[in-house]
């Protein structure tokens, strides 16, 4: 299988009808990455906007509100985590050499677990920069809302304003809020307030609280690696099961990492109220075959492999996955490399993958 880089050193995308241009797609760009490339990223001889829906931020104003305990929550001891408060200039070069013309920024949820009107005050703040950064940089980034899903009435005006008022594409949820699942009716206000919108919920994952202090300690960062993508494993299925996306048909999913390990497995779902009936609800008759679901939402890209995107699209479609990277974190820091050498893709899913699914699924224009 040959790579991009091989194609770069080989001079054989022409011949494939894949172009990529410019110096800062080379291994080594981050110590010398241009402020911004020459020449457009291209599929058969047609410029692709390659738009990463998965990129993260953070604002010290609104972990200020938290004193010690925000700063902690926001920039842990994580590799990138103090990138997450944006200088422009390095943002800029770092996406350049990643070949990414535009991020859609994202806050994980850090205010679940706090008082309405003070985690209401954290959400302000962060929307109102979100909408601020955005506006002055329109050609580079684009973002998610924070909602305070806690309070699932205000969370409905928040959306309602950063839609209709400050230009933001959606909003970013975490897998669950305080261990009470999406499937749960009080949310339903804030996924039918989606649905009339037209917007995405990009859920990002918190990992399995009740889970890090005992299975998933020790070697390996397993509250991460491993609880991160059952987190939403689990947030998809309850929304599948329970019946939710029957109730919202119309609401527009987009998954991190993939959606989690039920692209992997999920045909499992297809059996399981069949063999354990009595672990399943008769009052709940889903329209569709579990599975089937999945072809209505939408994944990330970060799965790391051309393999691993294969099997991806063929169990939920190739227009259902969108690029993302988890940048600042450095999960991926190529995140075009393996679209490009998935020879399972055409060229057309492969455009659709960087980038023309995500405009149209967000409403940029590209």
């Not at 291209?42 to 390659?50: D, I, L, M, P």
């Not at 924070?146 to 975490?174: F, H």
Request: overall charge neutral; charged content about 20%.
């Amino acid at each position: 299988m040959t790579t991009r880089r091989e194609f770069l050193k080989t001079g054989t995308l022409a011949a494939t009808g894949i172009f990529f241009c410019g110096c800062g797609l080379l291994q080594g760009a981050h110590a010398q990455a241009p402020e911004r490339r020459k020449l457009p990223v291209a599929v058969k001889g047609k410029r692709v906007k390659t738009i990463d829906v998965h990129a993260h931020c953070h604002f010290h104003e609104a972990g200020a509100l938290l004193g010690e305990e925000g700063h902690r929550r926001q920039a842990g001891p994580i590799n990138g985590a103090e990138e997450t408060f944006i200088e422009l200039k390095q943002r800029l070069a770092a996406m350049d050499a990643q070949a990414v013309d535009m991020e859609v920024l994202s806050i994980n949820p850090f205010w679940y677990d706090k008082e309405r009107d003070l985690a209401a005050q954290i959400v302000k703040i962060q929307n109102e920069k979100l909408a601020e950064f955005c506006a002055s940089h329109s050609d580079r980034f684009a973002a998610f809302a924070s909602l305070t899903l806690q309070a699932p009435d205000l969370a409905v005006q928040e959306l309602q304003t950063a839609i209709k008022r400050q230009g933001l594409k959606g909003a970013a949820i975490g897998g669950s809020v305080n261990e009470v699942d999406f499937s749960d009716p009080k949310f339903h206000p804030v996924w039918a307030k989606a649905e009339e919108l037209g917007v995405p919920l990009f859920i990002h994952p918190r990992g399995i609280p009740e889970l890090r202090a005992n299975r998933l300690a020790g070697n390996g960062w397993l509250d991460n690696t491993i609880g991160n993508p059952l987190d939403t494993t689990i947030a998809l299925s309850h929304l599948i099961f329970e019946g939710t996306l029957d109730r919202f048909p119309g609401l527009k999913i987009i998954a991190a990492h993939g959606g989690g390990y039920l692209g992997s497995y999920a045909d499992r779902s297809d059996h399981a109220c069949m063999v354990g009936p009595k672990g399943c609800n008769p009052d709940i008759k889903l329209k569709k075959k579990p599975s089937e679901y999945l072809k209505q939402i939408y994944f990330d890209s970060l799965v790391f492999t051309p393999e691993a995107i294969r099997h991806l699209a063929t169990q939920v479609g190739a227009s259902q996955i969108v690029l993302g990277s988890d940048y600042p974190y450095p999960w991926q820091l190529s995140p075009v490399d393996h679209i490009f050498a998935c020879t399972s893709l055409t060229d057309d899913e492969k455009a659709g993958v960087l980038g023309r699914t995500a405009a149209k699924l967000l409403n940029l224009e590209v």
